[in-house]
């Protein structure tokens, strides 16, 4: 069973405080993504990596950025929060390359209040 | 860019009824996923189509695709209230990893 973990399911912060959220895979997945949920806007992608040390950007990366040290780690950090950084934070992991199926697996998400 | 379009967004049914959710997207694709959502919870995988004319059916759930069109549509068969939940489809382009979601469905079965 593919297993994916965030370090926290409720985080409250303040405005400009700087916010680690962390993903775990167990896996042995390359690729892992990082999302943010909101109402009506379904799920947008923040940044996403298919290796150690390498990102690309999604669709909203500003104000965010990541770390991919290990496979299995995908930190995503919010340097200054602020208010409208208040979401959902969903992270996934999938293989990498044209597999048959290539389904991301996401992990229970993270609500992410900042204050 | 790739856009995905789902419809409707909201979906209130009664139990027993058929109805189906219908997810467009714009450009060209080599798979399309189906998640769902409950509430307060993360996303569940239900179905990955990966050709034209794909079907794959699990209990009351039925998933199509049609490339040409660029449709998938998710029918519901007599619904029952385990059902209610939000649902997802999202499109994977030919090239590359990332996946683009539609909004979501929210379904309620009523009793």
């Known amino acids: 069973d593919v297993k994916v973990t965030q370090s926290s399911r409720y985080l409250v912060k303040r405005t400009g405080e700087k916010v680690f959220l962390e993903c775990v895979q167990d896996?042995?997945?390359?690729?892992m993504f990082w999302y943010r949920q909101d109402p009506g806007l379904g799920l947008r992608l923040i940044y996403f990596s298919y290796d150690v040390k390498m990102k690309e950007k999604g669709d909203i990366p500003e104000g965010y950025s990541v770390s991919r040290e290990k496979k299995e780690r995908f930190s995503l950090i919010l340097e200054s929060a602020s208010t409208n950084q208040t979401s959902m934070y969903l992270c996934?992991?999938?293989?990498f390359g044209t597999g048959i199926y290539n389904e991301q697996f996401f992990g229970p998400g993270t609500r992410l209040t900042v204050l | 860019e790739l856009k995905v379009e789902q419809n409707p967004l909201f979906l209130s049914m009664q139990e027993g009824k058929n109805y189906t959710i219908y997810c467009n997207y714009s450009t060209t694709s080599d798979r399309l996923y189906w998640y769902r959502q409950d509430p307060g919870k993360s996303l569940e995988s239900l179905f990955v189509l990966l050709s034209n004319g794909a079907v794959k059916q699990e209990g009351r759930l039925m998933a199509s695709l049609d490339t040409k069109a660029r449709l998938s549509t998710l029918h519901i068969t007599a619904a029952v209230h385990d059902l209610s939940a939000t649902y997802f489809c999202a499109v994977r382009e030919t090239s590359g990893s990332r996946l683009t979601f539609g909004e979501g469905t929210q379904l309620t079965v009523n009793p």
């Open positions: 896996m042995d997945h390359e690729n």
């Open positions: 996934a992991s999938s293989l």
